[in-house]
């Protein structure tokens, strides 16, 4: 089974881009190793190919590339926070418009063109101080988010939620410096609740 990690600087997480399945120290290596323990029958062929910095027109323009011509079974895409972030840091907005055009685009081609089940995976930021201006705009951005998963995914993680349900009473600084990159434990949090949203999926294949 081909799993795709697809996506930003948390996906990419430094990994050597020169190996499509070098997995890199962020979330993706530790997901696809509770992927491999928790189903020890299946043959898993992992590929990461998040890019530090995208928003979701790189993911259009590299689409034939780096989703359509590897055919995975399997597609999990984290995408969304820099379309966000670099509206504050860059100057660079992706409307609300922009951006949903971009994902409806990315994800009917996966839909069309692949045998891939998809995983949505909702950006998210953590409560840093410096942050907190961005989160209305992030809001927005998940609630496009959830709409297209309803209409494409197979499966949808409510990241964003998750993290601040653990950082209610968890410094977010456990899981993240900055409130955006996580660190070991926010990518080892990261990849526990992709397994416990992949495991229906996963176990389904099985069964077929």
Known sequence: MKILFQGDSITDAGRDRSNIHD????????????I????????????????????TEHLVARLENDFIALQPDLVILMIGVNDVWHHYSHAIE???????????????????????KILIIEPYLLPA?????????????????RRLAREYADAYLPLHGLFAAATVSTDYR???????????????????????????LLEQDEQD
């Open 174 to 200: 456990q899981y993240s410096g900055d409130g955006v990159h996580p660190n070991a434990d926010g990518a080892a949090f990261i990849a526990q609740n992709v397994l416990t949203a992949l495991i229906p």
């Open 94 to 116: 992706t409307t609300d418009e922009a951006f949903e055009n971009n994902l409806r685009h990315v994800l009917s081609e996966i839909k069309e063109k692949t045998p891939a």
């Open 129 to 145: 101080e410096d942050k907190a201006n961005m989160l209305p705009e992030l809001d927005a951005k998940i609630r496009i988010e």
């Open 23 to 34: 997995m890199g120290p962020g979330y993706p290596k530790f997901a696809s190793a509770m």
């Open 36 to 55: 491999t323990d928790a189903f020890p029958e299946t043959d898993f062929e992992f590929f990461n190919l998040g890019i530090s910095g995208n928003r």
